[in-house]
């Protein structure tokens, strides 16, 4: 099995990063303006990307506010069965965000093009906590 593996340094507090990756508000400022999202343990989180929200994550740990995982629950085929985890420290001023994006069977060209992605991700939260705006999908350029 094969793992993404990424951390951010975010400057603030691990409060308002935890609500970020686990709000409508701040994961559609980060991710993706279409979704349909719920901070609750078994919740099936819908993502739209163009595609009519094919992208679906089911919230499996919600530990306020160290730790996230979701499960792929829908989404390409390399992605169902997949686990993301968000793991947040807080060291001092500034928050530590480690994301995996784990499960994957198989290194592909998708996978790398994921890994880029993830990393994108981060950016996009970063920047969002840091300076009130992200990047989601809606506003990116390919």
């Not at 739209?48 to 094919?54: A, K, L, R």
């Not at 947040?88 to 530590?96: C, G, N």
Request: proline fraction near 3%; include cysteine.
């Amino acid at each position: 099995m094969y793992s993404i593996d990424h951390i951010q340094y975010i400057r603030g507090h691990i409060g308002a990063v935890y609500e970020a990756l686990t709000t409508e508000k701040g994961l559609g400022a980060v991710w993706t303006e279409k979704l349909v999202v719920k901070p609750e343990a078994g919740f099936v989180n819908e993502f739209d990307f163009n595609d009519n929200y094919d992208t679906k994550f089911k919230n499996i740990a919600l530990a306020k506010p160290t730790h996230i995982l979701w499960e792929c629950v829908q989404s390409d085929p390399e992605w169902v069965g997949t686990t993301v985890s968000f793991d947040l420290e807080q060291r001092k001023d500034m928050v530590a965000v480690t994301l995996r994006h784990m499960g994957w069977r198989e290194l592909t060209e998708f996978f790398r093009f994921c890994n880029y992605n993830w990393g994108q991700f981060l950016y996009s939260l970063k920047s969002y906590l840091e300076t009130g705006k992200g990047q989601p999908y809606q506003q990116r350029q390919f």
